[in-house]
């Protein structure tokens, strides 16, 4: 039995059909009449007919069968083309099995492949294109050329290497630009703040200033990005130099005038209210240049306000000069009063004050002269204290000899009345005190000479040599340590010539005659002691004083100050001089030693 759509089915159906046809033609011709040779050459004509029907159907087959079969070659030869972009290598392609399946089947299995293959392309054509347009924006960004020049490199070509280790490579060359844009936006950063930094301590408008360099560095919107490029990097590179070097000239500036600023304060003893208004400028001076970060410290404004401030305290100067020169004389003079030294005189308050009158010499190196001396004169009495100190204890153990002296001399010092006690221990101690005066006065010589030694000159003590003053005061000392030792010998004497008188005579001095002692000095004569003897002088102008460095001070005329020391030994009344000659006697008017 024949299958329903087969060609052969087909065929017997069409010469089934073609026959009855054909019969009921006949069997119109025969109602018609036609004659058979009509009716062969109707025959013939249907017979031609029906072959130019199949010829032409049959060229109509073979065209549509070469157009699927260019339609297969052609997409085979796509689909070879893409996935060699693609670098595609494993894909199973049923045009290359023969005889296995019709065009029409080929065709309807590779066109799905063929758009799965477009899809892939595709996709990865915008990723190539997203990619490329990144580094082109890099690029732009770094070089610094607008996006308008980037547009006709963001085509691909047909035949351009689609593969993934070309994406890997454009996908590595951005990430390199990417870094590369990260450092130099960082790097642009940091100058950024270095110039805003600049700007503050300068007080420079930084908006401005950045713009200068490109607009981007200031944004006014967010669309526009920030300028990396090399030209950006050297702008800022110069702008900084520039405000480095307006800092560095600034900073002198200020720091100049800050420093005479000081100067004047110091001058001028200002106040710490009125240098308050200043304070965050002084430390301009202790500080560097790159340590100076405060806002606007290195602003005009500022250098102005300082420099008007120097400028109105350059025309009080002038005024208060002369009274700073006085003052700071007056300095020098008791420093030298302190450690005993001869002030120089060639600035002394008489010469200053003439020499200022006069406009001779400027205020300001007649202080910065005194200045120099009050130096010295401080660093010498440092050198001098431990001599100094040495004298005082030296004056403070003269000091005890006379209250020795006029304690001895108070005939109720052993008065029980008040205070007697404590008078009898403070004896005792200034004994102690006065047997070291000549140790004192020896160790100290020796003190001075070593200074003399390693100064390489003199030790003066109110302009006259400590040596000089300390070798008369052990002379005379000796001298009436000589004095005394005779006196006590005209004593002894005087003592015998009363024995002998009263051997003579039989009887004592009258108490009328033995209170009719001459008083010198102040001191009355006590009935139990010999009549005052006269002293000599013994190389002395005057024995009973004695020349220490304050009575030498007061011989200069610089400080007004004598001190007398008495040297007469404990329990010695003081005795008064004549005018006579040498000797020391004492006789009654009727006695024989009566001249």
Not at 53 to 79: F, G, P
Not at 198 to 226: I, K, M, W, Y
Not at 552 to 570: D, H, I, M
């Amino acid at each position: 039995m024949l299958e329903i759509g087969s060609p052969t089915s087909l065929c017997f159906r069409t010469n089934t059909t073609c026959n009855d046809l054909l019969q009921e033609l006949q069997k119109i011709w025969v109602d018609i009449g036609e004659s058979d040779a009509e009716k062969d050459r109707m025959l013939m004509e249907l017979e031609k007919e029906c072959l130019e029907i199949y010829r032409r159907k049959v060229d109509e087959a073979a065209n549509s069968k070469a157009q699927l079969h260019q339609s297969l070659v052609s997409i085979e030869a796509e689909i070879a083309s893409i996935m060699a972009s693609l670098g595609v290598l494993n894909i199973h392609s049923p045009i290359k099995e023969k005889g296995s399946k019709s065009l029409k089947e080929k065709l309807a299995y590779v066109r799905p492949l063929l758009e799965e293959l477009r899809l892939q392309k595709e996709e990865r054509v915008k990723q190539f294109v997203d990619v490329k347009a990144q580094i082109e924006k890099m690029r732009g960004e770094i070089s610094g050329y607008n996006k308008a020049t980037m547009i006709g490199s963001l085509t691909l070509d047909d035949d351009q290497d689609l593969t993934l280790r070309k994406l890997n490579e454009y996908q590595t060359h951005l990430r390199s630009l990417q870094k590369e844009k990260a450092d130099r936006l960082n790097k642009v950063l940091d100058y950024v703040n270095e110039v805003h930094c600049l700007c503050g301590v300068l007080g420079v408008d930084f908006c401005q200033t950045v713009s200068e360099v490109h607009p981007s560095l200031h944004r006014t919107n967010h669309e526009q990005s920030t300028n990396i490029s090399d030209e950006t990097l050297d702008g800022l590179q110069q702008m900084i130099e520039k405000l480095k070097t307006e800092r560095r000239l600034r900073f002198q500036k200020l720091k100049d005038v800050v420093e005479s600023l000081l100067e004047l304060w110091n001058l001028m003893d200002t106040p710490q209210e009125e240098r308050m208004r200043f304070a965050r400028v002084s430390c301009v001076v202790r500080s560097s240049e790159s340590d100076v970060t405060e806002p606007n410290i290195l602003s005009t404004e500022t250098i102005e306000q300082v420099s008007a401030e120097v400028d109105r305290f350059n025309k009080l100067k002038s005024s208060r000069m002369k009274e700073l020169v006085m003052k700071r004389r007056s300095e020098l003079e008791n420093l030298c009063r302190l450690a005993h030294i001869e002030p120089d005189t060639s600035t002394s308050l008489e010469k200053s004050t003439a020499l200022i009158d006069s406009g001779l010499v400027d205020p300001s190196e007649l202080l910065a002269n005194i200045e120099a001396q009050i130096n010295r004169i401080k660093e010498e009495a440092q050198s001098r204290k431990e001599i100094i100190d040495r004298i005082d204890r030296w004056l403070s153990a003269c000091e005890e000899e006379n209250w020795l002296e006029e304690y001895n001399r108070d005939e109720n010092r052993y008065s029980a009345g008040r205070g007697g006690h404590v008078n009898l221990k403070h004896a005792e101690r200034a004994r102690v005190t006065v047997n070291k005066i000549p140790s004192m006065v020896d160790n100290l010589i020796k003190k001075t000479l070593l200074w003399e030694e390693q100064t390489q000159k003199s030790f003066l003590y109110d302009g006259v040599r400590l040596v000089s003053i300390l070798e008369d005061y052990k002379l005379t000392r000796k001298q009436q340590e000589e004095e005394k030792k005779r006196y006590r010998d005209q004593k002894k004497m005087q003592d015998l010539l009363l024995n002998r008188r009263e051997s003579i005579y039989g009887s004592k001095p009258s108490p009328r005659r033995s209170t009719s002692i001459r008083k010198a000095n102040g001191y009355s004569g006590n009935v139990s002691m010999p009549p005052t003897p006269r002293r000599n002088s013994a190389g002395a102008a005057n024995s009973d004083v004695m020349m220490t460095p304050r009575s030498y001070s007061g011989q200069n005329g610089y400080f007004k100050e004598v001190r007398k020391l008495s040297t007469a030994p404990l329990n010695f009344v003081a005795i008064p001089k004549e005018d006579s000659a040498s000797t020391y006697t004492y006789s009654e008017p009727d006695s024989p030693l009566h001249n």
